[in-house]
């Protein structure tokens, strides 16, 4: 799936909130792990690792190529 960079973020601000520690326990995985897949950047040891997207820079703040949709899938549905 390939969707906007700022589709994204929209999304991640949409998000009530407690919504990230909510997504990484129900696909029990580390919360960093959840906010890197919205773009953010905590990786330090013992923290959030990659989220399986990969970032293209250009209009709109560039395209996501999304490996696994589960975060985006429980993201969208917390916002409807």
Same mark, same amino acid.
């Given at each position: 799936m390939i969707i906007t960079f700022n589709e994204l973020r929209d999304l *991640?601000? *949409?998000?009530? #909130? !407690?919504? &990230? *520690?909510k997504i990484a326990d129900e696909l029990? &995985? #580390? /919360? #960093?792990?959840? @906010?890197? $897949?919205?773009g953010g950047?905590? $990786? *330090? /040891?013992g923290e959030g690792t990659s989220a399986g997207i990969h970032i293209e820079k !250009?209009?709109?703040g560039g395209y996501v190529q +999304? #490996?696994?949709d @589960? +975060?985006? /899938?429980i993201a969208r549905s917390m916002i409807q």
């Open positions: *991640k601000d *949409k998000l009530p #909130d !407690g919504s &990230m *520690k029990n &995985m #580390d /919360e #960093d792990t959840v @906010r890197n $897949y919205f950047t905590h $990786y *330090k /040891e !250009g209009r709109n +999304i #490996d696994d @589960r +975060i985006l /899938e």
